[in-house]
């Protein structure tokens, strides 16, 4: 495993506050290449914000979030790191193939066979043509697991993973996870309940408690 | 600019599947033609004054109805959030979508334009002068409408307010284009408005899509 | 550069702008009322009865010195919004969103004003003067400012985009009013000027300058009672707010 | 003094308009200082 000086990403005592309200902080974590974050914490405690405010979507009260060493820049963030959101992430009208095959193309891939892979891999042979809005949650799950891949980037922020899956979708997920950390990646997986971590190196952020008050 | 092309590729799909929606701005810009004579009388020449100003604003408020649109699908199945985490400029994402949504939108209502023309006696002479300053007035409208439409983005019901909003921005378009249909009637001449919509539109082409961006970064944060 | 954002956040910080606000909203008032008390006495009995208008131009006195307001306010809004947006400092996005309301009643009060000179000028209630229709287009701007900030929860998430949406409306103003006036000689041919101060002379002048002062100094007043009020909207959690307005134990 | 009714209008809604400005923030900073005694109520920044 190449041993990456600086963190792919490290936050040093960042905050957030909305309404003057500390949702937040101060945290301090880092994510080296070759391990998982586990972001634990109920429902509404923060976890999405948290990915949103790595991600640059929200500005952070205060604190700061280093990528590889450098200052956050959103070009930086988009290289490096593909984001699991709440909500599918793709349009319900179009076919599994073109909402693949677009994503894959935003990240600049653009060879089929990495899309015909990746179906089969994510157990959606078969459902090329079939528009995402008539997929259950679990296939959407899986599409959206699926264009998570497709950027090929090193690290996965990943907002409640194991949202609508069954137990074997929990299995399949965690060795997705576990197969891409092992090849250099990293991944930061929010998520409310006490499923089984994916079997790598992991650490735990607690976000309730590090919700003082400023 | 394989991204944009995809982009365009996507959003024309999108496009294809939600053709129904094409005829919303469509039948409401008919209804607004049929209001104005059922009002004012069937009475030709009074007719003939008004219909490049009825027809104007027509057209304005049937972009204004369906301009909340722009995002709203997105937003609300994550895929905005995901455009806005590609290695993609947001400009371009904005510039692809606002081409798109002027092509479902904007374009069939230009497309029925010499069908109202008639219903509403304009004189044969100013249907170029209409068509050529609605085609760049409503360009100019999406343009405006992609930035008022992000600010509203957070706000759930947003109708009234992008009007509002919307309403102040879109008046020197409105004056312009339905200025230079009446400047046509009076034999003034008229491309003088055009070509200042005109200078609009290579300005707006720049700055619109990026405020826009800027305006949707504002309001999902 | 950084040294500036620092004083403009040290000086701007809530409790220290509260005691700034506090100590300077009465007097600023205070000197408002008495101009303004000067002012009209002027305006209305000092000067003479114009021979030809009667004394209907008497209500220009407030008319011009509302304009003014109205569209300064809508500028001053504009540079606040831009130096919240940039350097993300919270007082100006205070500032801002405390001009707006002050602008739009302005905006109101040149409105209303000038349809009631129109009436006796003109008999008609409302003339669609260039410049009367720009400024009912600016009092459109005003309210979509307003609006947007009252829609969105998250009162920093709604002041930068109510911001973003001035500085937009501030750079649409000027295109506003080049077209409103092109539209005015296209459908009117060549009128007449129809508000126009500048045709007083000097001797009339003192009480219009007086009532520009008095409505600069209520603007300052009225803003530092407003922004103070959305600060402590904003900060009503904070130590310092209980301290200073919680119940005495 | 011709036309007083029409200057009469116009400075009776500048006072109006003007009373409202100075009237309206001093009653809105009235509830927010009663908002921040009744936040203090519910046990302080807890």
Known sequence: MPAAAAALIEADALCFSRNEERIFGPLDFRIDAGEALLVKGDNGAGKTTLLRVLAGLLPPESGQIRLQGADFARDGFVQLAAYLGHRHGHKAELTVLQNLRFSAALHGRHDEALLERLIAACGLAGYEDTPAGKLSAGQNKRLSLARLQAGERRLWLMDEPYANLDLAGIAWVNTLVQRHVETGGAALISTHGAYAAPAVPVRTLDIRRSAAHG | ?221 | ?249 | MNHWNYILMAYGAFAVLMLWDYAAPRRALGQAMRAIRLKQRRGGPA
């Open chain 2, 1 to 221: 600019m394989a991204e944009f092309r995809a982009l365009l590729r996507r959003d024309t799909a999108l496009m294809w599947q939600r053709r129904g929606d094409a005829a919303q701005p469509l039948l409401f810009a008919l209804m607004v033609c049929v209001m104005f004579p059922l009002a004012l009388g069937s009475e030709p020449t009074r007719l003939a004054q008004s219909a490049g100003a009825v027809i104007w604003v027509a057209h304005l408020l049937a972009g204004l109805l369906v301009l909340d649109n722009l995002y709203r699908s997105d937003l609300e199945d994550g895929s905005l959030e995901q455009l806005l985490l590609a290695p993609v400029p947001l400009p371009l994402v904005i510039a692809s979508k606002v081409l798109v949504h002027w092509l479902t939108t904007a374009l069939p209502v230009l497309l029925v334009t010499p069908l109202l023309a008639q219903m509403l006696f304009l004189p044969d002479g100013l249907l170029p002068v209409l068509m050529l300053g609605l085609t760049v007035g409503s360009l100019l409208m999406s343009l405006i409408g992609a930035v008022v439409a992000a600010l509203t983005l957070g706000i759930r019901r947003s109708g009234m307010l992008l009007a509002l909003m919307a309403l102040p921005l879109y008046v020197p378009v409105l004056v312009f284009g339905a200025g230079s249909v009446w400047s046509a009637a009076q034999g003034l001449p008229w491309l003088g408005a055009i070509w200042l919509m005109c200078a609009g539109l290579a300005l707006l082409l720049v700055l619109a899509p990026w405020a826009a961006a800027t305006a949707l970064r504002l309001a999902l944060s």
């Open chain 3, 1 to 249: 550069m950084n040294k500036i954002i620092l004083w403009f956040n040290q000086t701007g910080s809530p409790p220290r702008f509260d005691d700034f606000a506090t100590r300077w909203a009465g007097p600023s008032f205070l000197a408002a009322m008495v101009l303004m008390a000067i002012g009209i006495y002027g305006a209305l009995w000092a000067v003479p009865a114009d021979y030809k208008q009667g004394d209907s131009f008497r209500i220009l006195y407030i008319h011009v010195p509302a304009a003014w307001m109205s569209l300064s306010i809508f500028v001053i809004m504009a540079i606040q919004s831009v130096i919240a947006l940039v350097w993300r400092i919270k007082l100006c996005e205070l500032l801002a969103m405390a001009s707006a309301p002050i602008g739009a009643l302005f905006t109101a009060v040149t409105l209303i004003s000038g349809a009631v000179w129109g009436k006796p000028t003109w008999g008609t209630w409302w003339t669609w003067d260039p410049r009367l229709t720009s400024e009912l287009v600016l009092l459109f701007l005003y309210l979509g400012v307003i609006g947007l900030y009252a829609a969105i929860d998250d009162r920093r998430a709604a002041a930068r985009a109510a911001g973003f949406l001035a500085i937009v409306g501030v750079v649409n103003v000027p295109i506003v009013h080049f077209a409103v006036t092109w539209w005015n000689t296209l459908h009117q041919g060549e009128t007449i000027r129809l508000i126009g101060p500048s045709k007083m002379d000097s001797s009339m002048m003192w009480p219009l300058l007086v009532l520009l002062a008095a409505t600069k100094l209520w603007y300052i007043g009225s803003l530092l009672v407003r922004a103070r009020v959305l600060n402590l909207q904003q900060e009503s959690r904070k130590q310092w707010a209980l301290e200073r307005y919680g119940e005495v134990k």
